[in-house]
C-alpha cells in the first residue's frame, strides 16, 4: 500500500475562489503598481505539508511589480518556488523561476507584471525533505494585468 500524503493549503483572500473572473473593468479598479504576496509554508510531519498564500489571485497595472516573500514563520526545510506554467503564461518581464528565501531580509524575489493586459498563470511549488523523499504542493494563482 503506497503512503499517503496530506496537504493543508489556506488561501486567504480568494477573488475568485472558483467563481467566474470579475469585469476587466472592475479589476482595473481595483489593480496596483506594487503587491507582496506571503507565503507560508511549512513541513509539519512526515506526510503532511501546510501552506498559506495570503493573495490567490492579483490584480496589476501593466509593469507593476509584484514580490514574493516567504514568511519568517515558515520551516527551515520548505523550499519555495515561483515557476512558469506554461511558455505563453509566464506573468513576468524577468526570466523564471523566482526562488524567494526565507523573511523580507533574505531575498523577497519578484519582478515587473507584463506590460500586456491579460490574465497570466504560474506555478507556486513548495518542496518539503530530500530526495528521494520529497513531498511536493503545488499551487496555481493568478496575476491579471489590466
Given at each position: 500500500?503506497?503512503?499517503?500524503?496530506?496537504?493543508?493549503?489556506?488561501?486567504?483572500?480568494?477573488?475568485?475562489?472558483?467563481?467566474?473572473?470579475?469585469?476587466?473593468?472592475?479589476?482595473e479598479i481595483k489593480a496596483k503598481n506594487a503587491d507582496t504576496i506571503t507565503v507560508t509554508?511549512?513541513?509539519?510531519?512526515?506526510?503532511?505539508?501546510?501552506?498559506?498564500?495570503?493573495?490567490?489571485?492579483?490584480?496589476?497595472?501593466?509593469?507593476?511589480?509584484?514580490?514574493?516573500?516567504v514568511d519568517?514563520?515558515?520551516?527551515?526545510?520548505?523550499?519555495?518556488?515561483?515557476?512558469?506554467?506554461?511558455?505563453?503564461?509566464?506573468?513576468?518581464?524577468?526570466?523564471?523561476?523566482f526562488n524567494p528565501g526565507k523573511g523580507s531580509a533574505n531575498g523577497p524575489k519578484g519582478g515587473k507584471a507584463k506590460a500586456a493586459k491579460g490574465e497570466y498563470h504560474y506555478n507556486l511549488r513548495v518542496v518539503c525533505g530530500t530526495a528521494p523523499n520529497t513531498r511536493t504542493v503545488l499551487i496555481d494563482p493568478d496575476i491579471f494585468v489590466d
Open positions: 500500500m503506497a503512503a499517503s500524503i496530506t496537504v493543508v493549503v489556506a488561501l486567504a483572500a480568494c477573488d475568485s475562489g472558483g467563481r467566474a473572473a470579475p469585469p476587466a473593468s472592475d479589476r509554508a511549512n513541513c509539519a510531519a512526515a506526510n503532511q505539508i501546510d501552506v498559506d498564500v495570503n493573495k490567490w489571485v492579483v490584480d496589476m497595472k501593466p509593469n507593476g511589480v509584484v514580490t514574493f516573500v519568517t514563520a515558515s520551516s527551515d526545510d520548505a523550499v519555495v518556488t515561483i515557476e512558469q506554467k506554461t511558455p505563453d503564461q509566464w506573468p513576468f518581464a524577468d526570466a523564471p523561476p
